[in-house]
């Protein structure tokens, strides 16, 4: 083929990979050699589909706990998509007040999903089955998501995070690691009866806390509550964007959770052993934690009242 008969437009794109490799010291046609020899790329090895259909291995025989896993795998995966937009929020230098408001919109929309999600648990599994085989399950609990943990954390001040109780306490003090240690979530995972540590608590901060802790470190400064307060305190959308957030991830969200636990799970003190020990009655009604990223942005009104809008807003949709 003569070289005048070439598209000019991939003439130059072929000067433009030359001048790229060049400047890495390599040779183009090597790498065009190899190009040659490559496959075409399929859907199924790109998405890596056969290794994703791979990863349930239940442990029972009961159907239901398949639809068990997934869901919880699928939830992992859409906190790792929260978890990838905050970092980018965090990573941009300088921020703009549309890229900010862009990825909030995402962060929204992905806890929409979650919430709404939750009818896969509360209408995709026969109770008789999901009380036999979570008893297989134990001392494991969605209480140990340690990604959901990073998002609490990469979300706001630790302040906001530690327990209502200790919270005015501790204002004062800017110790990450004593707030941490009085953060709310572990009053969720303590026995009834004695108040001890369950098991499923201790094997949490075994395997997750030395890295939480840095997290907290590393995002003191850069958490959204903090972007928000440097750069946009008085942007209409941003704040609209962070109170809607706040809304989905403290209140929403948990009363999703506090209904598919509640589908499932008698309230007598030996059930509760279904939930690795957790105490999810106490522990994810957002009216006992109060728990709100940016509590700056709610009248004294809405947090004495914190959880009563979701509670509301449920049983609109359901009317």
């Known amino acids: 083929m003569d070289k005048s008969s070439l598209d000019p437009s991939l003439i130059e794109q072929l000067k433009k990979l030359q001048q790229k490799?060049?400047?890495?010291?390599?040779?183009?046609?090597?790498?065009?050699d190899g190009l040659l020899h490559a496959d075409y790329l399929t859907y199924w090895d790109?998405?890596?589909?056969d290794t994703l259909l791979s990863l349930q291995n239940p442990k029972t025989s009961f159907p239901d706990e398949?639809?068990?896993i997934i869901y919880h795998q699928i939830t992992e995966l859409y906190f790792n998509l929260i978890l990838w937009?905050?970092?980018?929020?965090?990573?941009?230098?300088?921020?703009?007040?549309?890229?900010?408001?862009?990825?909030?919109?995402?962060i929204i929309n992905y806890f929409r999903q979650l919430e709404s999600?939750?009818?896969?648990?509360?209408?995709?599994?026969?109770?008789?089955?999901?009380?036999?085989?979570r008893m297989s399950l134990l001392p494991a609990s969605g209480f140990q998501s340690a990604q959901y943990r990073m998002i609490e954390i990469c979300s706001t001040d630790m302040i906001n995070l530690v327990n209502v109780h200790e919270r005015e306490a501790l204002i004062e003090y800017s110790d990450l690691e004593q707030q941490l240690e009085n953060?709310?979530?572990?009053?969720?995972?303590?026995?009834?009866?004695?108040?001890?540590?369950?098991l499923t608590l201790q094997q949490f901060e075994e395997k997750y806390m030395k890295l939480l802790k840095a997290i907290a470190l590393k995002y003191r400064n850069s958490n959204l509550k903090q972007i928000f307060e440097r750069h946009f305190p008085a942007s209409r959308e941003v704040i609209s964007r962070l109170r809607e957030f706040d809304q989905l991830a403290n209140v929403l969200w948990p009363l999703a959770h506090l209904k598919s636990a509640g589908r499932y799970l008698q309230k007598a003190p030996?059930?509760?052993?279904?939930?690795?020990?957790?105490n999810w009655q106490k522990y994810l009604p957002p009216r006992f934690q109060k728990i709100m990223f940016f509590p700056e942005l709610w009248s004294e009104a809405e947090?004495?009242?914190?959880?009563?809008a979701g509670v509301i807003n449920a049983l609109l949709k359901h009317n």
């Open 21 to 32: 490799y060049a400047v890495m010291g390599q040779d183009l046609s090597s790498y065009l």
């Open 46 to 49: 790109y998405i890596h589909v």
């Open 66 to 68: 398949k639809v068990f």
């Open 85 to 106: 937009e905050i970092e980018q929020v965090a990573q941009r230098e300088p921020i703009e007040e549309i890229y900010f408001v862009q990825r909030l919109d995402r």
């Open 117 to 133: 999600s939750f009818a896969v648990m509360v209408d995709g599994m026969e109770q008789g089955q999901f009380l036999k085989f």
């Open 183 to 198: 953060i709310y979530w572990k009053s969720g995972a303590t026995e009834l009866a004695t108040g001890k540590k369950t």
């Open 270 to 278: 030996e059930d509760i052993k279904a939930t690795g020990g957790t």
């Open 303 to 308: 947090k004495a009242d914190w959880g009563k």
